[in-house]
């Protein structure tokens, strides 16, 4: 095959595939940001999927189906809000509560649901953009949930460094009784940034079964929310970073399969471990410089005085 | 001069504990107004009334003539009202303007950090501060720190600041300093509140002066009527304030040196020399005071010494055997015991009870192995032989350590220390936060222990302290050993220079009789 | 109480101030009510779907406790619930988060088979130990990269052995699709089945095999460790203030690895005896999420041994009853994971409400 298509399928897909992840790793920095690690995304992203798809068959509407997607996410990440800032549980137990849940729940619900054919969101590709020769297929032809993914990681970073909101909730991460000094609550914000998170991570679970694909299977995320979550610590919690990683991600999944469609003699699970080993290799050489960029409250317990 | 803030029978009870007692006092405007007393006497609760958090249970609060209701920190602060507290409420990993931006109540949706940064800088001008608003606060020294504080309460609005024992972070040239700002501030138009327990500081910068004892005020008296023994007796009460010289056994002519430090070198956390080549000794039964200001390696040489910080160069020598190499465990079996500076947070397990945390001491012990139980009838006992040999109470021994209040962690570690013989015992601080009477059996303590023939390593801000117990006191600065005085030859001046300046020159004699 | 006993039990702690019910009924009631609590829930949960619950608890008393047959299997699932609660629970007294059971039951497993087919000549009395030893040994190794890393550069063992499970379950993959593959076993993808050497001896002609009688022999050593020993305080120590650990002398990097190898190997021994005695083989997808399981165990029980015995055994009602579910009344065997979740939600929000009341 020509080199050059064959990059430019890779990239391609490389967007394509990151999509559901991006979601996830964009909500989960901003939880994380103020101090609050989510390790149930991946039931967040279940019921997103799940939910999403539910919707969509029922109504033919796949923006309702995105839309009951990201809430269904939300409002299952507030159970793990309860229990982290009610009940100051630690996060992680907390989070494959959320894990379980998803799981058990979305098998629940979605067992009708798994054969049935959807019209979700096809590819749209954006008018003279994405005819550019190269760049014009890879950034400009896809799903409209991907662009609006794409959207959000600029409008993030704004609202974290630039606005008054992001502003709280970086100091709610960094020091609570800090935040409680000026008048803030941080129970509040906190909740609000882990509902976000869900929202996004429901999102995310959305595009998945409605637009990357059209279909419903028990457990169809496959870890996805995990990644999300190891890579809000690539990203040292840095949204735009987290998007790169995201999208590296994205490119090592699409570099699996069109090596395995050209035939290569890589077993594909060698493929398939690649971003868990990158992730991991990642994490090995910047640890320490993750330690100093860490919010200085996550993972600490809630206490009664918050 | 008017009143600025009247409180009129204030009372606050945590179930049986009376607080605050029907406290009334008047601060006048444009004053500096000092409140002393010891630590128990109701300070820091009446603070917490006027800052909002806590309601008081009865009596009333007149700020300015009207009467308010402090009912939370915004109430607090929207009646002008700022305190800057002992423990910064700064984001160290966020920069100036950041954290000012936090406190500011008219920050716009999008931050304008320009402005903000403006007028940081304006502030910082006319109080003499120099901060650089873009710094990150961490890489800022507390003093710095400090004034950040104040010019979030400037940018507040605030008209009346209440310091909480703000020197206890600063240098002495930075004390000078800090009374500079506080007087430029009063001319400004703004009242101080001054809390400390430090005689001298109160007496160079106040106005007025009031003392508090257990939870009651004593009086108020303007600083051209006050004296130090007028003040200290307001504060203990009818306790003498004597100074006592101790009794204490002869150190052992010509002994072998326990501890012997040559050309030692290190660096702190933020990787700068901390110890410079440092050089002394410590006999057996003596104790070694170390006079020197906080942040001039005192930290840094019990932590070598110990084991927890690494050396850079130069030798330790424990009782004849070479000890800069070893490991922790290595160094505690030789025979070092340490009263950390922070018990809680460095020699205590917080979800652990008394009981357990006596054991601790026990862990690094040669004689049993790891796969035998832990002797919890030694660990038991330690704190019976202590309220047995100098009177000072224990709290119970199944209660939780995170349960108790600093002061009881405190004699819990000390007590754990000193129930088992060692060469050497590095104290660190070991009274800071004590009442008087807490205080003195802590000494005693020492005292006895060093009878017994430990060599003690005595870190102490209280330059009194050192000069009752200790057998020599060595001065510290910048890491180096700038000087060893005997208390019965030394004085006072001479240790002050040398701790703040390094050096004691004949010039420095002159200048200060003329 | 002798002398050398602690005045207060293990863990507990705030409590001990006001205990006016005894510590330990305490907590079983706690349980109790979060068990009931969760059970109520379920059912609405069942009925908001249109599902029976009544019908479903039904279904999971047939399946678990109504026969000999169904209460031989519970135990069966107990053996790694209990050993990858084991995982979970020895480094979480030194503060660490260990999530990647999976992994480790995977390389235990992947080392056993090994092991099994490249000796399975060998008669069962040598060939047995030397599988339980592999079984361990990968587990341990396992574990153990996330442990070194975490002692040595302080890399999150969380995040590490999350992604180290995932990696272990492609290399098993691999493996049977790839140089384990059975060759005489058409397109099926897993190992030939082991020699009857190499099977672990069960109990009657239940599926309990000798892994019930590892569980809980560890489960024993667990307790005696924690209670009896120096090495159980240090350990306390470690979880409960490393800075004072460290200057009283205690080599933490030394316990975070040693306590995530074995929690390792105890999770690779899950592995070894779910190939040796419920598969004989090799093959994907051996684990039904035990790792997280575990984790479950472990956190409802507070890394307590008994309590880890006893709620592995209600975990593995629910679990074995829940396979029924798809049988007896059509419900998807996932969806005791509901139930599982809400438990520790129930569990988890009392530890909050006791932490209050101090």
């Given at each position: 095959m020509d080199p050059i298509l064959f990059i430019q399928f890779v990239l391609t897909g490389a967007f394509r595939s990151a999509t559901p992840v991006l979601y996830t790793t964009l909500g989960?920095?901003?939880?994380?940001?103020?101090?609050?690690?989510?390790?149930?995304?991946?039931?967040?992203?279940?019921?997103?999927?799940?939910?999403?798809?539910?919707?969509?068959?029922?109504?033919?509407?796949?923006?309702?189906?995105?839309?009951?997607?990201?809430?269904?996410?939300?409002?299952?990440?507030?159970?793990?809000?309860?229990?982290?800032?009610?009940?100051?549980?630690?996060?992680?137990?907390?989070?494959?509560?959320?894990?379980?849940?998803?799981?058990?729940?979305?098998?629940?619900?979605?067992?009708?649901?798994?054969?049935?054919?959807?019209?979700?969101?096809?590819?749209?590709?954006?008018?003279?953009?994405?005819?550019?020769?190269?760049?014009?297929?890879?950034?400009?032809?896809?799903?409209?949930?991907?662009?609006?993914?794409?959207?959000?990681?600029?409008?993030?970073?704004?609202?974290?460094?630039?606005?008054?909101?992001?502003?709280?909730?970086?100091?709610?991460?960094?020091?609570?009784?800090?935040?409680?000094?000026?008048?803030?609550?941080?129970?509040?914000?906190?909740?609000?940034?882990?509902?976000f998170g869900g929202l996004m991570a429901g999102l995310g679970g959305a595009q998945l079964s409605l637009a990357y694909t059209h279909f419903w299977?028990?457990?169809?995320?496959?870890?996805?929310?995990?990644?999300?979550?190891?890579?809000?610590?690539?990203?040292?919690?840095?949204?735009?970073?987290?998007?790169?990683?995201?999208?590296?991600?994205?490119?090592?999944?699409?570099?699996?399969?069109?090596?395995?469609?050209?035939?290569?003699?890589?077993?594909?699970?060698?493929?398939?471990?690649?971003?868990?080993?990158?992730?991991?290799?990642i994490l090995l050489v910047w640890a320490r410089a993750s330690n100093r960029a860490m919010p200085a409250e996550l993972g600490r317990v809630f206490s009664r005085q918050t | 001069m008017t009143d600025f803030l009247v409180l009129d029978g204030i009372t606050k009870r945590f179930g049986n504990l009376v607080a605050n007692d029907q406290i009334s006092l008047r601060i006048q405007k444009q004053h500096v107004h000092a409140l002393l007393g010891?630590?128990?006497?109701?300070?820091?609760?009446?603070?917490?009334?006027?800052?909002?958090?806590?309601?008081?249970?009865?009596?009333?609060?007149?700020?300015?003539?009207?009467?308010?209701?402090?009912?939370?920190?915004?109430?607090?602060?929207?009646?002008?009202?700022?305190?800057?507290?002992?423990?910064?409420?700064?984001?160290?990993?966020?920069?100036?303007?950041?954290?000012?931006?936090?406190?500011?109540?008219?920050?716009?949706?999008?931050?304008?950090?320009?402005?903000?940064?403006?007028?940081?800088?304006?502030?910082?001008?006319?109080?003499?501060?120099?901060?650089?608003?873009?710094?990150?606060?961490?890489?800022?020294p507390l003093g710095a720190q400090q004034k950040i504080e104040i010019i979030k309460l400037v940018m507040a609005g605030a008209r009346l600041l209440i310091f909480d024992e703000p020197t206890s972070v600063l240098a002495p040239h930075e004390v000078e300093g800090l009374f500079d700002i506080f007087s430029r501030l009063r001319s400004d138009g703004y009242t101080i509140i001054f809390i400390s327990h430090k005689l001298n500081e109160v007496l160079s910068c106040s106005n007025e002066i009031t003392v508090l004892r257990g939870g009651r005020v004593v009086g108020s008296v303007a600083r051209a009527d006050a004296t130090e023994s007028i003040l200290v007796s307001m504060i203990v009460g009818d306790k003498t304030a004597d100074s006592r010289t101790y009794d204490r056994k002869p150190i052992a002519k010509g002994a072998a040196p326990v501890l012997e430090v040559r050309d030692l070198s290190a660096k702190d956390d933020r990787n700068r020399q901390a110890l410079d080549s440092i050089s002394f000794n410590i006999l057996p039964g003596e104790i070694l005071g170390i006079a020197g200001v906080s942040g001039n390696g005192q930290k840094e040489l019990g932590e070598v010494i110990q084991g927890v910080r690494p050396a850079l160069s130069g030798s330790i020598q424990l009782a004849g055997q070479e000890i800069i190499h070893a490991s922790i465990a290595q160094i505690l079996r030789t025979g070092v015991n340490c009263v950390p500076e922070d018990p809680l947070r460095q020699g205590a397990v917080p979800?652990?009870?008394?009981?357990?945390?006596?054991?601790?001491?026990?862990?690094?012990?040669?004689?049993?192995?790891?796969?035998?139980?832990?002797?919890?009838?030694?660990?038991?006992?330690?704190?019976?032989?202590?309220?047995?040999?100098?009177?000072?109470?224990?709290?119970?021994?199944?209660?939780?350590?995170?349960?108790?209040?600093?002061?009881?962690?405190?004699?819990?570690?000390?007590?754990?220390?000193?129930?088992?013989?060692?060469?050497?015992?590095?104290?660190?601080?070991?009274?800071?936060?004590?009442?008087?009477?807490?205080?003195e059996i802590v000494r005693l303590a020492l005292l006895d222990y060093r009878d017994q023939g430990a060599a003690i390593l005595l870190i102490s801000e209280d330059l009194d302290e050192l000069f009752a117990i200790a057998d020599r006191i060595m001065v510290m600065y910048h890491g180096r050993n700038v000087g060893e005085r005997l208390p019965e030859q030394a004085d006072v001046q001479q240790i002050g220079y040398l701790m703040t300046d390094g050096k004691y020159t004949p010039e420095q004699v002159v200048e200060n009789v003329s | 109480?002798?002398?050398?006993?602690?005045?207060?039990?293990?863990?507990?702690t705030w409590q001990a101030r006001t205990a006016s019910i005894s510590?330990?009924?305490?907590?079983?009631?706690?349980?109790?009510?979060?068990?009931?609590?969760?059970?109520?829930?379920?059912?609405?949960?069942?009925?908001?779907?249109?599902?029976?619950?009544?019908?479903?608890?039904?279904?999971?008393?047939?399946?678990?406790?109504?026969?000999?047959?169904?209460?031989?299997?519970?135990?069966?699932?107990?053996?790694?619930?209990?050993?990858?609660?084991?995982?979970?629970?020895?480094?979480?007294?030194?503060?660490?988060?260990?999530?990647?059971?999976?992994?480790?039951?995977?390389?235990?497993?992947?080392?056993?088979?090994?092991?099994?087919?490249?000796?399975?000549?060998?008669?069962?009395?040598?060939?047995?130990?030397?599988?339980?030893?592999?079984?361990?040994?990968?587990?341990?190794?396992?574990?153990?990269?996330?442990?070194?890393?975490?002692?040595?550069?302080?890399?999150?063992?969380?995040?590490?052995?999350?992604?180290?499970?995932?990696?272990?379950?492609?290399i098993v993959e691999y493996v049977i699709y790839g140089p384990l593959k059975d060759p005489g076993g058409s397109n099926w993808a897993y190992s030939a089945r082991f020699s009857d050497n190499a099977i672990l001896p069960m109990f009657g002609d239940t599926r309990i095999s000798l892994g019930i009688v590892f569980a809980l022999v560890a489960v024993g050593i667990y307790f005696w460790v924690l209670n009896y020993t120096r090495w159980g305080y240090k350990m306390r120590v470690i979880?409960?203030?490393?800075?004072?650990?460290?200057?009283?002398?205690?080599?933490?990097?030394?316990?975070?690895?040693?306590?995530?190898?074995?929690?390792?190997?105890?999770?690779?021994?899950?592995?070894?005896?779910?190939?040796?005695?419920?598969?004989?083989?090799?093959?994907?997808?051996?684990?039904?999420?035990?790792?997280?399981?575990?984790?479950?165990?472990?956190?409802?029980?507070?890394?307590?041994?008994?309590?880890?015995?006893?709620?592995?055994?209600?975990?593995?009602?629910?679990?074995?009853?829940?396979?029924?579910?798809?049988?007896?009344?059509?419900?998807?065997?996932?969806?005791?994971?509901?139930?599982?979740?809400?438990?520790?939600?129930?569990?988890?929000?009392?530890?909050?409400?006791?932490k209050k009341e101090a």
């Open positions: 989960q920095t901003v939880n994380e940001k103020t101090g609050v690690a989510n390790l149930g995304a991946e039931g967040c992203m279940l019921m997103g999927a799940c939910v999403g798809f539910i919707v969509t068959a029922q109504t033919g509407s796949g923006w309702l189906g995105a839309l009951a997607g990201a809430l269904a996410g939300g409002l299952l990440s507030l159970l793990h809000g309860y229990l982290v800032i009610n009940c100051g549980a630690n996060q992680l137990a907390s989070g494959l509560t959320l894990m379980f849940l998803g799981l058990g729940l979305t098998a629940l619900i979605g067992r009708p649901y798994v054969s049935t054919q959807i019209t979700g969101f096809d590819v749209v590709p954006i008018p003279v953009l994405s005819d550019i020769p190269f760049i014009g297929p890879i950034l400009f032809r896809h799903d409209v949930l991907t662009y609006l993914a794409y959207l959000l990681i600029p409008a993030i970073w704004f609202f974290l460094y630039r606005t008054r909101w992001g502003l709280s909730l970086r100091a709610v991460g960094e020091s609570r009784i800090a935040a409680f000094s000026t008048g803030r609550n941080p129970a509040l914000i906190a909740y609000a940034a882990v509902f299977v028990e457990g169809m995320t496959q870890g996805a929310g995990f990644i999300a979550v190891a890579l809000v610590i690539f990203g040292m919690w840095h949204p735009v970073r987290a998007a790169a990683g995201a999208l590296l991600y994205g490119g090592a999944v699409s570099l699996q399969l069109q090596l395995q469609t050209l035939g290569v003699g890589i077993s594909p699970f060698f493929l398939q471990m690649l971003p868990y080993v990158l992730t991991l290799a | 010891e630590n128990g006497a109701g300070k820091s609760t009446l603070m917490k009334i006027l800052y909002g958090v806590y309601k008081p249970d009865s009596g009333t609060i007149m700020l300015d003539g009207k009467v308010v209701n402090i009912h939370s920190p915004q109430a607090s602060r929207a009646a002008g009202i700022g305190m800057v507290f002992q423990s910064f409420m700064l984001i160290p990993a966020f920069t100036v303007i950041e954290n000012i931006a936090l406190s500011l109540r008219d920050v716009g949706i999008v931050v304008d950090e320009r402005k903000i940064e403006h007028d940081i800088r304006e502030i910082s001008d006319k109080y003499r501060f120099d901060i650089d608003p873009r710094a990150k606060v961490w890489q800022l979800v652990m009870s008394v009981e357990e945390n006596l054991a601790l001491s026990d862990v690094s012990s040669a004689k049993e192995r790891d796969w035998q139980r832990m002797n919890w009838a030694t660990a038991r006992s330690r704190a019976s032989w202590f309220t047995e040999k100098f009177g000072l109470k224990m709290p119970r021994l199944n209660v939780a350590i995170e349960a108790l209040s600093g002061g009881n962690v405190q004699r819990i570690v000390f007590a754990r220390e000193l129930s088992s013989p060692a060469k050497l015992l590095l104290a660190y601080y070991p009274t800071r936060g004590l009442d008087i009477h807490a205080a | 109480m002798s002398a050398n006993t602690p005045s207060l039990p293990m863990l507990a510590q330990p009924l305490r907590r079983v009631l706690g349980f109790v009510g979060a068990f009931a609590l969760a059970l109520i829930l379920f059912s609405l949960v069942l009925l908001a779907l249109g599902k029976d619950p009544i019908a479903a608890y039904q279904q999971i008393y047939q399946g678990a406790l109504a026969d000999d047959y169904g209460r031989s299997e519970v135990i069966v699932k107990m053996i790694p619930f209990i050993l990858c609660a084991l995982a979970v629970a020895i480094p979480a007294q030194v503060g660490l988060v260990n999530v990647g059971g999976e992994g480790q039951i995977y390389i235990g497993a992947l080392f056993a088979s090994v092991v099994a087919l490249a000796f399975g000549d060998l008669p069962a009395p040598i060939l047995i130990p030397l599988l339980v030893i592999a079984g361990m040994v990968g587990g341990g190794l396992w574990a153990g990269i996330a442990g070194v890393l975490k002692a040595y550069i302080s890399l999150n063992e969380t995040i590490c052995s999350l992604l180290l499970s995932y990696i272990a379950n492609l979880g409960g203030n490393a800075e004072a650990a460290r200057r009283s002398g205690i080599q933490i990097k030394r316990y975070i690895i040693m306590t995530m190898i074995i929690g390792g190997a105890l999770a690779g021994l899950a592995g070894m005896v779910e190939v040796t005695a419920i598969q004989e083989r090799l093959r994907g997808g051996i684990s039904n999420g035990y790792g997280y399981i575990g984790f479950l165990v472990a956190w409802i029980a507070q890394q307590r041994p008994i309590g880890i015995v006893v709620i592995a055994a209600i975990l593995g009602i629910i679990s074995v009853g829940g396979d029924w579910l798809q049988i007896g009344v059509n419900l998807p065997a996932s969806t005791v994971n509901i139930l599982m979740a809400f438990i520790l939600f129930f569990i988890l929000r009392n530890q909050g409400m006791q």
